[in-house]
């Protein structure tokens, strides 16, 4: 089966850890984002990778950090620097290129990460 | 800076009836998004549209570009329908398929 897998789907940690939350893709996607997730707002794009070995920052990439070692991996690391990490974290992944399939995008089951 | 409004922000109906939510944003777009969030969190696309009218089942959405508008229609609605539908668009100046959120629409559907 072809999809996206993040995990774990419940993750707890205590204030001033680092936390890495982890996503797989196996569908040949060039493209990966990661997104969060607050209680009553729309998602809000953390950090991007449009091809292996580059990334980019979103709007909101301040206390976290990415790696994009290898296509089907895009892990997001949550930062002691980050005020308020407890949210929903989403990952996805769309093919790079021309047309419209490559706005296609798919999104991976999510983490829910709560730091006390 | 592109902006995604949708509404309303919630919406309770009784099954059977037909629901339309609405999505506005503010500049050109590639393409557009409908996408459906249960209450376990995770995000199923349900349409990307960019021009004209898609149907699946008892979804209908469509999309006016020179207006910057989209709805989402459903029709004969169910409780199973409940969730929160997001509505994102591709502005045609960002790279690759960035999507811009908006806040999504809560969908309450009773028996």
């Known amino acids: 089966d072809g999809g996206i897998t993040q995990s774990p789907k419940y993750l707890f940690r205590k204030e001033g850890q680092n936390v890495t939350l982890s996503c797989e893709q196996n569908?040949?996607?060039?493209?990966m984002y990661w997104y969060r997730q607050d209680p009553g707002q729309g998602l809000r794009l953390i950090y991007y990778?449009?091809?292996?070995?580059?990334?980019q920052k979103g709007d909101i990439a301040e206390g976290y950090s990415v790696s994009r070692e290898k296509k089907e991996s895009f892990p997001l690391t949550v930062t002691s620097a980050q005020k308020n990490p407890t949210a929903f974290y989403l990952c996805?992944?769309?093919?790079?290129?021309?047309?419209?399939?490559?706005?296609?995008?798919?999104f991976g089951p999510g983490t829910r990460l709560t730091v006390t | 800076k592109n902006e995604v409004e949708q509404s309303p922000q919630n919406l309770t109906a009784q099954e059977g009836e037909f629901i339309t939510i609405n999505c506005s944003y503010s500049v050109g777009i590639s393409a557009l998004h409908w996408l459906q969030q249960h209450p376990g969190g995770g995000i199923v696309s349900l349409f990307m549209l960019s021009s004209g009218k898609k149907k699946h089942g008892r979804l209908i959405a469509t999309i006016n570009i020179q207006e910057k508008h989209s709805s989402l229609h459903i029709t004969a609605s169910h409780p199973r329908d409940s969730a929160v539908y997001i509505c994102a668009s591709i502005p045609l100046e960002t790279s690759g398929s960035r999507l811009t959120f908006g806040e999504g629409t809560q969908l309450t559907v009773n028996p």
């Open positions: 990778s449009q091809i292996v070995n580059d990334f």
């Open positions: 996805a992944s769309s093919p790079n290129g021309r047309g419209q399939g490559s706005y296609e995008q798919y």
């Open positions: 569908l040949n996607h060039d493209a």
